[in-house]
C-alpha cells in the first residue's frame, strides 16, 4: 500500500500528490465533486481543507476520504498489476 507523504490543493480541484517512493503528480477530482458523498465539495473552501490521514489517504472534515491506491493509479496511469507486483503471485496455500 502507497502512503501519500504531501498534498497540495491548485485551482479547480487540482490535487498535487507525492507519494512514499517519490512518484509525484497531479490528480483532477473535479468530476467527484457535488455528487453523492463529495456534495460538500460545492463549498471550495470545504474541498481545499484536506490534510493526509494516518494511514496516508486524504480526508476532509465532512468523513470524505480518498484510498492513496487509488490515487496511485491515476497519477501513474499503471494497472493495479503493474504497481502493486504482489497482486499477480500466486499463494502456495491456494
Not at 26 to 47: C, E, I, M, N, Q
Request: glycine share 8%; net charge negative; aromatic share 10%.
Amino acid at each position: 500500500m502507497r502512503r501519500i507523504t504531501k498534498v497540495e490543493v491548485h485551482n479547480d480541484y487540482l490535487v498535487e500528490l507525492r507519494f512514499d517512493d517519490g512518484t509525484e503528480g497531479t490528480v483532477d477530482l473535479s468530476h467527484l465533486a457535488g455528487r453523492g458523498v463529495f456534495a460538500s465539495w460545492h463549498d471550495y473552501p470545504k474541498f481545499r481543507d484536506v490534510r493526509i490521514g494516518e494511514t496516508g489517504d486524504l480526508r476532509w472534515q465532512d468523513g470524505v476520504d480518498l484510498c492513496p491506491d487509488a490515487l496511485y493509479l491515476k497519477v501513474t496511469g499503471k494497472s493495479p498489476e503493474e504497481a502493486f507486483p504482489v497482486l499477480t503471485s500466486t499463494s502456495p496455500y491456494a
